[in-house]
């Protein structure tokens, strides 16, 4: 089951109405928190995923493998700390 993000609302603040739009440019689900976040089909070094902070490291090979670009963290624990504080990093939460 693929997820998605889901639409945003905002509350007006003043009088004047703004059009508020929900761009999702993604098009491949994010290896940590599953969200269709990611462009260009997963091929995307270096992007960061607006839903868990999950930076795309094309460079490890399986979900044990330290990434240099997530302070170390594997995308084993990268899901867990996201199911346990909604990012990769409780200090990101």
């Given amino acids: 089951m693929d ?18 739009k ?3 440019i993604g098009d491949a689900p994010c290896p940590c928190c599953g969200y269709i976040t990611i462009p260009n089909h997963g091929d ?7 839903v868990c902070l999950w930076e795309i ?3 490890i090979k ?8 997530n302070h170390g963290l ?3 624990k990268a899901k867990r700390n996201y199911q346990k504080y909604g990012a990769v990093l409780p200090h990101l939460k």
């Fill in 3 to 20: 997820k998605y993000i889901p639409t945003a609302y905002t509350r007006q603040t003043s009088s004047e109405k703004t059009e508020v």
């Fill in 22 to 24: 929900n761009e999702v």
């Fill in 44 to 50: 995307a070094l270096a992007y960061i995923c607006p």
């Fill in 57 to 59: 490291d094309l460079f």
């Fill in 62 to 69: 399986n979900d044990d493998e330290p990434s240099d670009l």
């Fill in 74 to 76: 594997t995308i084993l």
